[in-house]
């Protein structure tokens, strides 16, 4: 496995500019998901995606957040009009759905800073 | 509502002694939990998980004991080593093993692990 890997590391941006983040999943994996973590606190579910298709999203993802999994390969989480709220580590996972005992494999995750 | 506990934010232990990790619940539906290991700067990395089903598992150095009637589990690490110094994640989903991504992660417990 090369891992998943995320872009960017670190994004510092004022607040109501808008910011864009990549996952690249392990290579077989089919499913992808995001995260969000914020100081003190664990990983929160945000989306996730099976193949293209986006099968869930949390309360958590307002109408500011959008995700697409366009080929069901690499995917894009894309936050309009940040706020001072959205500052947090978000963290993409990939997994092989079907597996027993599925386990996701985290990316090193997108710092974000928001001022 | 924190579904998932861990009250213990942090945790200090001499390398070679037992290290025991605690984790919390209050959701009955959850089947299946994890543990997750965090380094700063890196995504969680997958550690041990059980199964309802199970009280017990280990994994090497690992064990994950679950006690159900108390909706409470812990994890053991013996012996201890410097290199397990990380922040520990529980988490669970009701997924059965088998649909694992809307994992409900605790706050984490910090593990320091002194030579």
């Known amino acids: 496995d090369t891992g998943v890997s995320q872009d960017p590391r670190h994004k510092i941006t004022k607040r109501g500019q808008n910011v864009t983040f990549r996952c690249d999943p392990i290579s077989e994996h089919n499913r992808l998901y995001w995260y969000r973590q914020t100081l003190g606190q664990g990983p929160e579910f945000l989306t996730y995606f099976q193949n293209e298709a986006q099968l869930e999203k ?25 706020e001072q709220g959205d500052s947090a580590m978000y963290l993409c996972a990939s997994s092989r759905a079907g597996r027993h005992n599925e386990k996701l494999f985290f990316g090193s995750g997108t710092q974000l800073s928001v001022l | 509502d924190q579904q998932v506990k861990q009250n213990s934010p942090s945790l200090s232990v001499q390398e070679g002694r037992i290290s025991i ?19 700063p700067a890196e995504g969680p990395t997958f550690l041990i998980s059980i199964s309802s089903i199970k ?19 812990s994890l053991h690490i013996v012996p201890s080593q410097p290199g397990d110094s990380a922040v520990y994640f529980c988490a669970a989903s009701t997924g059965g093993g088998g649909s694992n991504y809307k994992l409900t992660f605790g706050k984490g417990t910090l593990l320091t692990v002194n030579p």
């Open chain 2, 21 to 39: 990790l605690n984790c919390d619940y209050t959701n009955s539906m959850f089947d299946y939990f994890l543990w997750y290991k965090k380094y």
């Open chain 1, 58 to 82: 949390s309360r958590l993802l307002s109408d500011r957040f959008s995700a697409e999994r366009p080929k069901g390969s690499f995917s894009t989480l894309e936050i309009q009009r940040t």
């Open chain 2, 55 to 73: 009280d017990k598992n280990e994994d090497g150095r690992f064990t994950v004991f679950l006690n159900k009637s108390a909706k409470h589990l």
